[in-house]
């Protein structure tokens, strides 16, 4: 297939810069995300301190430059790895909506990551062979038919892409050149803003919001260009410990205590219809995903989601029953459980009160030529955290799919549309003033 030098479908955007006018020039988000995959940017668990690795300060430093380059000039990266900026108003005597725009830095360490070697393909359907026996095949992945006749940037098998979530920050960051390059595109009072550790859970935790200075928000973190996600899970962590009695096992009988069995026992006692590979839409799971131990001690980690509320507390206190009946077989102290509560559904404080930003990214997808879509998300978004802490803050597609895998993509033609469908946020909050 042919390759990086026969990406087919132009955008507007990009005619717009064939015409020699005022877009001439500008970086397409997928050329961005090109160079952005060079950046070795993985998070990692357990760390104390942010960012979690150094690796996303190089980034981070990168990108506040970057901005700085087509016209951020307040662009800079605080203590904690956070990149801000903001983008005035053009519009005379505004009072409107203050709009932040993010997407985080760090990609997941759950696929290889390290050295990724990017192309672009042009796709005509059917398979795809990406590199050491690699293939991103249509019949697991359906949604690839209407890809076909597009150009899609993968890596060679070895690694995943990273386009979750590099190809949000290049989307971002087109926008932003389009938008300081052409004055007569409108636009409210924008706040742009990189965050660190998402994928560790703690990307929204240091995040200034007085600093920020916006009214609502919109993560791009979500895959197919057009969703408009506003529901997660609710989400906690399970964190087990088992105690086991290790003597001789040539004199066991009676005394030994394996912990590595009591460990197996208790995931085998979580119910098999709910677990990750047996579910879908809104039905929510337990995850045993990992364990590690001896026969003296062992340690199982465990993820409990739910879109319900009800049902979320319902999965904890079967843990809390599980390891309480647990401990009176075998002695008290023999499980120690402890749960913590990770994020919440970001519905509760989106709808009803925020329907306006589920509105407006609407009918910025529509303008960006496709067609909208809300599922709901089974995982978390920094936007979740964000709802909660006071900051409603929906989640956008970025044009890509089969994120924190080898098997990752984007789409050339759908990251331009992610563009103009953030041009078209910009000039709604510059037109509904307050």
Known sequence: ???????????????????????????????????????????????EKSPSTDSQLVFARALAEELRAIGVGDAAVDENGYVYGSIPSNVPGWKGTTIALLAHMDVSAASPCENAHPRVEAYAGGDLPLGGGVVLRESDFPELSRYAGKSLVVTDGSTLLGADDKAG??????????????DTLPRGDLRICFTPDEEIGSGAELLDLARLGADAAYTLDGEAFGGVEYETFNAADAKLRFFGVSVHPGSAKGV????????????????????????????????????????????????????????????????????AKMNQKYGPGAVELTLTDSYYNMREKLLPA??????????????AG????????????????????????????????NYHSRLEYACVEDMDRCVDMLVEIAAHYAKNQA
């Open 1 to 47: 297939m042919k390759k990086e030098n026969s990406v087919r479908t132009e955008s507007r955007e990009h005619r717009m810069r064939k015409g020699g006018n005022k877009m001439e020039n500008i970086t397409r988000p997928y050329e961005r995300l090109l160079r952005y995959t060079r950046y070795e940017t993985a998070s990692r668990e357990g760390v």
């Open 169 to 182: 920050i290049a989307e971002i960051m087109t926008m932003a050149e389009r938008l300081l390059r052409d």
């Open 256 to 323: 030994l205590r394996n912990a590595v069995l009591m460990a197996a026992e208790f995931i085998d006692a979580l119910p098999r219809d709910q677990f990750p590979e047996t579910t879908e839409g809104y039905e929510g799971y337990f995850f045993a995903e990992g364990l590690a131990g001896t026969v003296e001690s062992a340690e199982l980690h465990c993820l409990i989601r739910d879109h319900d509320a009800e049902k979320f507390a319902a999965r904890k206190a079967f843990l809390q029953e599980l390891a």
């Open 354 to 367: 925020h329907q306006d930003l589920i509105d407006a990214a609407y009918a910025a997808v529509r303008a």
């Open 370 to 401: 496709g067609q909208p879509f809300s599922l709901p998300v089974r995982g978390g978004t920094d936007g979740a955290r964000l709802s909660f802490r006071g900051l409603p803050c929906p989640n956008l597609g970025t044009g890509g799919g």
